[in-house]
C-alpha cells in the first residue's frame, strides 16, 4: 500500500530533477559530434524532407524509432545536434521518472527511490550518454519501463498491463536489437510476485500470466514487424551478425573476448561510476542479500546476464553497448545507503550524499565545461575526442561555408574523406537547406587530388575537408590551407586536424 507522501517529497523530487536537468542541459554541444550522432541526425533531415524514406535507416540494419523521435523535433530548433541530443535528454528524464517508480515497487520505500533517481542524476555514466544523440539512452528508458509493467502485470494480472507491456517491448524492438534481452528477462518479474511460491495459487496463475505473457507478445511482435513496411527490413538480421560472433566461433575461442572483455569491464564501472558509487552497489548486495534476497537477484539477474553474454559474443564491445543494463546498479546503491545510515537519524543526508557523489560531480563538471580534461575511459576519449570519429570543426567548417555563400554567387562544393559517417554527415546536418552547398564524400584516406573535385573548379567554390592523419598528399600547389582544427591530444602525445583545404583554379 502506497505511504502518503509529504510535500517534503515533492521537494526533494523537484531538486534531483533540477540536478538532472542542471547536468544534462548547459553546453548540451560542447562534446563534438560523434560519428553515430552524425549518421542517425542525417538520416532524421532525409526522413523529415522526403515521406517516402522513413525507413531509411533500415538501408544500414538500424531500428528508427530514436530517429523518427528526432525527426519530429527538427522543426523546433536550428542546431541539429542540439535537438538529437534534447531527445536522448528526454529519454533520460523518463528513465529517472522510471527508476524511482521500480526501486518503489521493488522495495516499497520512499527513501530508495529517490536516492535511486539521485544518484541516476548524478553518476557520470548517466550524464555522458544522457548528453548523446545516441539510440542507447532510449533503450534503457525503454528497459526500465518493460520492467516496471513486468512486475504490475505479475502482482495483478490485467489485460491492460499486458497490453501496456507489449507495447513498450515493441518500442524497445524498433529502437535497438538488445531490447530482446527484456523479453528473454521477463520471467524473472515471478521472483516478485508472493503467489509463484504459493502451491495453491501458482498453477492457476501461472495459465492466467502465460495468456497475458502472450497478449504482450502478440503487440510487441506486431509493432516490431511494421518494419517490415519498409525497404531492407533483412538487414537488421545481417548487420547483427557484425556485431556478435557465431556459436562455432565461440566454442573455437571460448577465452576471447571474453577475457579482454572482463579487463575492459574492471577499468570502464570504476571510472563511469566512480568507485564510491560502484562500491556501494556492491555493499547493496551484500546488506540486501539477507532482508531483500528475491529483489537482489532480479537486479543482478537484469545487469548480470546481458553482461555476460555480451561478453562472450561481442566482437564490438563499448560502454554504450552496456547502458541499457547497468541501471540496476544504482537501485543497490540506494539499497546500500538505505540500510546502512537509516539508523543515524543525526546525520545530515546532504552530507553523506555530497561524501559519496564528490567524484561524481567533479567528473560531470568536466563533462560539462571542457571534456578534454574529463578522466574518461581510454576507449570513450580516443572515440568522442581525438580520432576521426571526433567531429571538432565540422560546425566551424560549417558557419564558413555558409559565409562564402553569402559572399560569392557561386556553388560552395566541400568534398569530405569518407562517404558515411562522421563526415560527410557531420558536415551535412549542420548546412541542410542550404541548396548552394553541395557536400560530397570522395573516399579515404585521400592519396591523390580527387577528379571530381578537379573538374568541378570552373563552376564552383571548391574546398577538401579531410583529417590529416588522413591526408596522404605530400604537397600539391593546387591545395591552399584555408584552417586546421585541432583533436584532443592522445596520452601519447599525438594529435590529428581536420583540415579545410581549397582549390585553387589553374593559372
Known amino acids: 500500500m502506497i505511504k502518503r507522501i509529504r510535500k517534503k517529497d515533492f521537494f526533494l523530487f523537484g531538486g534531483i530533477l533540477f540536478l538532472f536537468f542542471s547536468l544534462r542541459l548547459p553546453n548540451l554541444t560542447v562534446l563534438p559530434v560523434f560519428a553515430d550522432e552524425a549518421i542517425y541526425i542525417r538520416w532524421a533531415q532525409v526522413m523529415r524532407a522526403e515521406p517516402t524514406l522513413r525507413f531509411l535507416p533500415l538501408s544500414d540494419g538500424k531500428q ?25 535528454v528526454g529519454a533520460g528524464f523518463a528513465g529517472l521518472v522510471g527508476i524511482g517508480i521500480l526501486s518503489w515497487l521493488l522495495f516499497q520505500n ?96 501461472l495459465l492466467k ?40 566461433e565461440i566454442l573455437a575461442h571460448p577465452h576471447d573476448p571474453l577475457i579482454p572483455h572482463f579487463n575492459d569491464l574492471k577499468i570502464w564501472l570504476p571510472n563511469l561510476f566512480t568507485w564510491p558509487i560502484l562500491l556501494l552497489s556492491l555493499i547493496g548486495v551484500l546488506v540486501g542479500w539477507k532482508k531483500f534476497k528475491k529483489e537482489v537477484i532480479f537486479l543482478l539477474s537484469f545487469f548480470l546476464i546481458p553482461v555476460l553474454a555480451q561478453s562472450v559474443m561481442a566482437r564490438v564491445f563499448t560502454p554504450r553497448y552496456l547502458f541499457f543494463a547497468v541501471w540496476p546498479l544504482l537501485i543497490l546503491v540506494a539499497l546500500a545507503i538505505k540500510e546502512l545510515f537509516s539508523a543515524k537519524k543525526k546525520l545530515s543526508w546532504f552530507l553523506l550524499l555530497a561524501c559519496f557523489s564528490f567524484f561524481a560531480f567533479f567528473y560531470n563538471w568536466r563533462l560539462l565545461v571542457n571534456p578534454e580534461k574529463a578522466p574518461l575511459p581510454r576507449k570513450l576519449r580516443s572515440g568522442y575526442l581525438e580520432e576521426w570519429t571526433a567531429g571538432q570543426g565540422i560546425f566551424e567548417t560549417s558557419v564558413f561555408v555558409r559565409q562564402r555563400l553569402m559572399e560569392t554567387d557561386k556553388n560552395v562544393l566541400v568534398g569530405t574523406e569518407g562517404y558515411f559517417g562522421t563526415l560527410p554527415d557531420g558536415l551535412q ?15 579515404q584516406p585521400v592519396r591523390e587530388m580527387p577528379v571530381s573535385l578537379l573538374e568541378a573548379r570552373s563552376d564552383n567554390e571548391v574546398y577538401l575537408l579531410v583529417n590529416e592523419s588522413r591526408m596522404l598528399i605530400d604537397s600539391d600547389p593546387r591545395l591552399e590551407l584555408v584552417r586546421k582544427f585541432p583533436k584532443a591530444i592522445s596520452p601519447e602525445g599525438i594529435q590529428d586536424f581536420l583540415v579545410l583545404y581549397q582549390l585553387k583554379n589553374e593559372r
Open 64 to 88: 528508427p524509432l530514436f530517429m523518427w523521435m528526432v525527426m519530429g523535433c527538427l522543426k523546433f530548433f536550428k542546431n541539429p545536434l542540439f535537438v538529437g541530443r534534447l531527445v536522448s
Open 110 to 205: 520512499k527513501k530508495i527511490s529517490l536516492l535511486s533517481a539521485f544518484f541516476y542524476a548524478v553518476c557520470p555514466f548517466f550524464v555522458f550518454y544522457n548528453r548523446l544523440a545516441l539510440v542507447d539512452t532510449l533503450l534503457g528508458t525503454l528497459g526500465i519501463w518493460v520492467f516496471i509493467f513486468g512486475i504490475l502485470l505479475i502482482r495483478f494480472l490485467r489485460l491492460d498491463l499486458a497490453m501496456i507491456l507489449g507495447i513498450l517491448t515493441g518500442l524497445a524492438l524498433i529502437t535497438k536489437s538488445p531490447a530482446l534481452f527484456f523479453m528473454v528477462l521477463l520471467p524473472t518479474t515471478l521472483l516478485l510476485s508472493g503467489w509463484f511460491f504459493d502451491n495453491k495459487k501458482r498453477n492457476r496463475r
Open 209 to 248: 500470466l502465460a495468456g497475458f505473457w502472450l497478449v504482450a507478445g502478440f503487440f510487441s511482435f506486431t509493432i516490431y514487424n511494421l518494419l517490415r513496411l519498409g525497404p531492407n527490413f533483412e538487414m537488421i538480421g545481417l548487420r547483427n551478425k557484425d556485431y556478435v560472433f557465431s556459436i562455432q
Open 429 to 443: 546536418i549542420y548546412l541542410e537547406g542550404e541548396r548552394r552547398a553541395i557536400i560530397i564524400g570522395v573516399g
